[in-house]
Nanobody, 124 residues
Framework: QLQLVESGGGLVQPGGSLRLSCAASGSTLDNYAIGWFRQAPGKERQGVSCASSRGGRTIYVDSVKGRFTISRDNSKNTVYLQMNSLKPEDTAVYYC?????????????????WGRGTQVTVSL
């Protein structure tokens, strides 16, 4: 049974950077596409980025393109989300999730394993 744990969130100023980590246990991430989602209070959980399990394909929501980078480190069984040039509207709880397919999906319902989330707050 795959378990995911996010870390790396915190409080940063606008324009700052954070790197979120999604550490897996119970199984390897080699055969899972991994998505990052975020949810602000009162809003629906939305997809931010995704990395396929094969081929190195990545997807980003338009609002984070050029600022966020998703990557995988198979030796550590971990997926990262590097977030640069952070904006107040990036404030949310960030979740990583795994779908047991090779290709990415941006839909919450397609993911069977979820972490508990890590808070990212971008504010002065």
């Amino acid at each position: 049974q795959l378990q995911l744990v996010e870390s790396g969130g915190g409080l940063v100023q606008p324009g700052g950077s954070l790197r979120l980590s999604c550490a897996a246990s119970g199984s390897t991430l080699d055969n899972y596409a991994i998505g990052w989602f975020r949810q602000a209070p009162g809003k629906e959980r939305q997809g931010v980025s995704c990395a396929s399990s094969r081929g190195g394909r990545t997807i980003y929501v338009d609002s984070v393109k050029g600022r966020f980078t998703i990557s995988r480190d198979n030796s550590k069984n971990t997926v990262y989300l590097q977030m640069n040039s952070l904006k107040p509207e990036d404030t949310a709880v960030y979740y990583c999730a795994a779908t047991q397919t090779w290709e990415c999906s941006g839909y919450v319902a397609d993911y069977g394993s979820w972490g508990r989330g890590t808070q990212v707050t971008v504010s002065l």
